[in-house]
């Protein structure tokens, strides 16, 4: 799912419109790491699916994949001020119409797919929905030697789909608080689960294994916004694993202590951008060799210090807030109407 998200400050004074969704945040942040990025979708003809596709193409993306159809609405998702505690809530639904502007699944006019055939197979596959598209090109890249890296945020009713995606992916990540039911799902298949469990960290196991291997959150000096959180942690996950962070890389190295590294580069990089607004919020503050440097330098600080104990990052960040950056203009409250964002 991609999605133009709309985020709205305090009093509705300001907004800020962005790519978004899971799918969008990780490609965007791994192209703002260097990474060349291939998206594959379906947007509406309207004027959510422009900005979306001009972001893409903005961090040097190929989007020859991203396809219109008459049929479909590009989902807009509002980021509100939380409350109770909460830095912020999302919702499909205009808060000046009321109307939903959610995701629905691509529809096969038969011209995406066989375009898709001719793409040389990517290192990494990543999907967060169980639609025909994602499912044939994860078992496909998987049979190629592709990572496939499935990370949904609901089992959905179609409980079938929900187990082919498993089947087809290397690697799982969910959230503890929205997926509750994985006890009875098959996870043979799959070489890395991840569990995310909010303030408590995270954990992951190997191959199916019975034992849990547990990484602690890390504090930070203030909150600012925990939006994209989670895709940061992902993002920078699959970096390190790919990348150089570390010694012999390569794919060959789902060892426990791989994992565990680049796990907590992504836990640093996703503590580092809840200092700032918004979900790419810290890719706005840090070019990407700035912003490895300084997350490697941290882990380093990590891996030095007594096992379990947490990691304030307050003494190597900048702790200034953002200022509004270009991207964010004043607009009038009847402007944030979904309409602004239609054809």
């Known amino acids: 799912m991609f999605a133009l998200d709309v985020v709205i400050d305090r009093g509705a004074a300001t907004a800020e419109t962005c790519l978004g969704g899971s799918a969008g945040n990780v490609l965007a942040i791994l192209g ?28 040097g993306a190929d989007t020859r994949f991203l396809t219109r159809s008459q049929h479909q609405a590009t989902p807009v998702v509002y980021q509100l001020p939380g409350k109770a505690g909460d830095t912020h809530e999302f919702s499909f639904r205009c808060p000046v119409c009321g109307r939903k502007r959610g995701y629905k699944p691509p529809v096969d006019d038969g011209t995406a797919m066989p375009q898709l ?30 990572l496939v890296v499935f990370e949904p945020s609901a089992i959905g009713n179609d409980l079938s789909s929900f187990e082919q995606a498993i089947r087809a992916a290397h690697i799982v990540k969910y959230a503890d608080d929205r997926i509750v039911e994985m006890e009875g799902v098959d996870f043979s298949a799959v070489e890395v689960e991840i569990q995310t469990q909010g303030k ?27 939006a994209g959180a989670g895709d940061w942690c992902t993002s920078g996950f699959l970096y390190a694993m790919l ?53 490697a330098s941290i882990r380093n600080t990590m891996a030095s210090s007594v096992p379990g104990r947490d990691i304030d990052v307050a003494n190597r ?19 944030l109407c979904c309409e602004a964002f239609a054809g």
């Open 243 to 295: 990348g150089n962070i570390f010694e012999n890389g390569g794919r060959g190295m789902l060892s426990v202590r791989r994992v565990r590294e680049s796990l907590r580069f992504g836990q640093i990089l996703s503590a580092l951008n809840c200092m700032e607004k918004g979900a790419r919020g810290l890719a706005r503050r840090h070019r990407s060799v700035q912003l490895v440097s300084l997350a």
């Open 200 to 226: 408590k960290g995270l954990r992951f196991r190997m191959g199916g294994a019975v034992e849990w291997h547990h990484l602690t959150a890390i504090s930070v000096p203030y909150l600012a916004d925990t």
């Open 32 to 59: 703002h790491l260097g990474w060349h990025t291939v998206p594959i979708g379906q947007l509406g003809y309207d004027a959510a699916a422009t900005k979306i596709a001009n972001e893409f193409s903005r961090l």
């Open 117 to 146: 055939h001719s793409l040389d197979a990517p290192d990494v596959f990543y999907f967060d929905r169980t639609t025909p598209w994602a499912l044939e090109l994860a078992e496909r890249y998987r049979e190629g030697g592709t």
């Open 317 to 335: 960040s900048d702790q200034q807030r953002c200022a509004p950056t270009a991207g964010t203009t004043a607009i009038m409250s009847s402007l």
